[in-house]
């Protein structure tokens, strides 16, 4: 199981970090990570499934959720100090990056989640729905 959950975090490595880092503003690629997550679904919707099914079934103690849950805290600290870094070039208003992070993590997580019980469900259109709104809540106003 543990190594369905590294495979999978390889894949979507290699798919969102070239398209995130195709862009230099800050912005930009928070709307790309963002966007990106339900594409990658869209893309390899069984491997997501699979990790969703390993992931579910796993306990707080097992190895493979320790590590899993060790690479998601590391992954949204870097994510955070984006923001952060973001914050001070002026690109982003003034929030809370953990909480912020966490909502969007929440919020893909739950696209995810609908997909399995939605098959039907525009992953990808979600996904636009999502980077807009989090456009929204963290755009700096002059």
């Known amino acids: 199981m543990r190594e369905v959950v590294a495979e999978a975090m390889r894949v979507a490595g290699g798919y969102l970090r070239p398209r995130i880092e195709a862009h230099e ?8 990570s963002i966007e990106g997550n339900p594409d990658l679904l869209a893309e390899y919707p069984n491997r997501l499934a699979a990790i969703a099914e390993v992931l579910g079934n796993l306990r707080g ?5 320790v590590a899993f849950a060790e690479g998601m805290e590391a992954i949204l600290a870097f994510q955070v100090e984006q923001i952060r870094k973001g914050q001070r070039a002026g690109e982003f ?5 953990w909480v ?4 969007i993590r929440a919020a893909i ?3 995810v989640r ?22 929204r809540a963290t755009r700096k106003t002059s």
């Open 93 to 97: 208003c003034d929030f809370d990056p």
């Open 100 to 103: 912020m992070m966490r909502a």
């Open 25 to 32: 503003s800050y912005a930009a690629r928070l709307r790309t």
């Open 61 to 65: 103690g097992d190895p493979g959720m």
């Open 114 to 135: 609908r997909a399995r019980d939605e098959p039907d469900l525009d992953v990808r259109a979600a996904g636009r729905e999502l980077a807009d709104l989090f456009d």
């Open 109 to 111: 997580d739950d696209v």
